[in-house]
T-cell receptor, first 115, second 111 residues
Framework: DAGVIQSPRHEVTEMGQEVTLRCKPI?????LFWYRQTMMRGLELLIY????????DSGMPEDRFSAKMPNASFSTLKIQPSEPRDSAVYFC?????????????FGEGSRLTVL | GENVEQHPSTLSVQEGDSAVIKCTYS??????FPWYKQELGKRPQLIID?????GEKKDQRIAVTLNKTAKHFSLHITETQPVDSAVYFC??????????FGTGTSLTVIP
């Protein structure tokens, strides 16, 4: 397996524009997570899915953020409209299980810069 | 929910010295504690983990200790090398629940 695949790797956009980040998890992994990484806050969980169903979205900062997982092999994180404070690295991760032995496999990340 | 605190936020050591990173957690029910290493510009990757029924685990130069009573766990790196320079994240998890991460420790090993 190629691992968790994210796109784009880098995105530079202007304030107010819509941003869509994409993720392909490892085949067979039932859990998918979206994290945001900043210097100030480290790794913040935004939302996670189990079998394509959103389980906990309490980390989504505000209504401008939305995430979907239409099938087991694809997820999107959308920001509309984007703001400069959204600039961060967004990681997608997948895992075969939670808790004991549930290793998180991260993608390479999508570095978002909002001007 | 669980709250994980990690210290220090930055750490510099001379090559060959030991490095210790400490984390505390709030939920006594948490039973799984992984550590992730993130090299500059790379993705976080699991380097070692420990379960709540174990007090210590070693893997070559790295070891993790867990004190359930005090609700803290630590990462120990001995004989540090420049390749150990990275950001290290601790996490706590309860079976069937999500991972809660600390804010990270940036370790620099000075040659």
């Amino acid at each position: 397996d190629a691992g968790v695949i994210q796109s784009p790797r880098h995105e530079v956009t202007e304030m107010g524009q819509e941003v869509t980040l994409r993720c392909k998890p490892i085949s067979g992994h039932d859990y998918l997570f979206w994290y945001r990484q900043t210097m100030m806050r480290g790794l913040e969980l935004l939302i996670y899915f189990n079998n394509n169903v959103p389980i906990d979205d309490s980390g989504m900062p505000e209504d401008r953020f939305s995430a979907k997982m239409p099938n087991a092999s694809f997820s999107t994180l959308k920001i509309q409209p984007s703001e400069p404070r959204d600039s961060a690295v967004y990681f997608c991760a997948s895992s075969p299980r939670l808790g004991l032995g549930g290793e998180l496999f991260f993608g390479e990340g999508s570095r978002l810069t909002v001007l | 929910g669980e709250n994980v605190e990690q210290h220090p936020s930055t750490l510099s050591v001379q090559e060959g010295d030991s490095a210790v990173i400490k984390c505390t957690y709030s939920d006594s029910a948490s039973n799984y504690f992984p550590w992730y290493k993130q090299e500059l510009g790379k993705r976080p990757q699991l380097i070692i983990d420990i379960r709540s029924n174990v007090g210590e685990k070693k893997d070559q130069r790295i070891a993790v200790t867990l004190n359930k009573t005090a609700k803290h766990f630590s990462l120990h790196i001995t004989e540090t090398q420049p390749v150990d320079s990275a950001v290290y994240f601790c996490a706590a998890s309860l079976t069937g629940n999500q991972f809660y991460f600390g804010t990270g420790t940036s370790l620099t090993v000075i040659p």
